[in-house]
């Protein structure tokens, strides 16, 4: 087996996540930042959070408008 081929794991790698949360986990990357994590998500919370940064949500909201007024209209 070859030596020094894997890189360096770190089991106090800085995790931080958007809403400020700071973790410490096992990584290779020497820090991490991430969009979401288990305090501020909405499965672990119970609180609904809508992340939209392309406007897919009002164009679903838009489409299922459409589809409820073609169901009451019949």
């Known amino acids: 087996m070859q030596k020094d081929i894997h890189p360096k794991f770190d089991m106090q790698t800085k995790a931080t996540c958007a809403c400020g949360a700071v973790f410490f986990v096992g990584s290779t990357l020497p820090e ?31 489409r299922q408008a459409a589809t409820t007024a073609k169901k009451a209209k019949k």
Do not use: L
């Not at 288990?38 to 164009?59: L, W, Y």
């Open 32 to 62: 991490i930042k991430m969009e979401i994590c288990s305090q501020c998500h909405p499965f672990f919370t119970g609180n609904e959070k809508i992340m939209d940064t392309a406007g897919r949500v009002e164009r679903f909201k838009k």
